[in-house]
């Protein structure tokens, strides 16, 4: 591996299923190595994948298949922004439909029980913009939201 910093993704046996998922949808996202264990392990065997080594969205990973014993929360997330809605359903309707789960303000699961952020970029312009009035109308539509729909986020910011 060549980054010095890489984030390792525990997995319940399902570290190269996901991989192969990630780099199908999200753009500059690759699979690279994947490694076998050397010997049997409390959750896996000797020839079973141990770990894959991704890339999703430009950001190294490292999938390992540790077992069932550590799950997903949403204290980590990856935040993928968007450029328009069609790229947001896109993604959205990729990672809910194969598995996965939709939840609030542009959040939703893998089936993995990797969190998600499908963040169009109009969405974090409007509720950081320095007109703190159209801000807090942008922020409170997306409060009400699943799935971000650009077009009420923009009228909701234009007033």
Known sequence: MISKNTICLWYDGGAEEAANFYAATFPDSSVGPVHRAPSDYPSGKEGDVLTVEFTVAGIPCIGLNGGPELKHNESFSFQIATDDQAETDRLWNAIVNNGGQESVCGWCKDKWGISWQITPRVLTQ??????????????????????????????????
């Open 126 to 159: 409007a509720f950081t913009d320095k007109d703190r009035a159209a801000a807090k109308r942008a922020f409170e539509a997306m409060m009400k939201m699943t799935k971000i729909d650009v077009a009420a986020i923009e009228k909701a910011y234009r007033g």
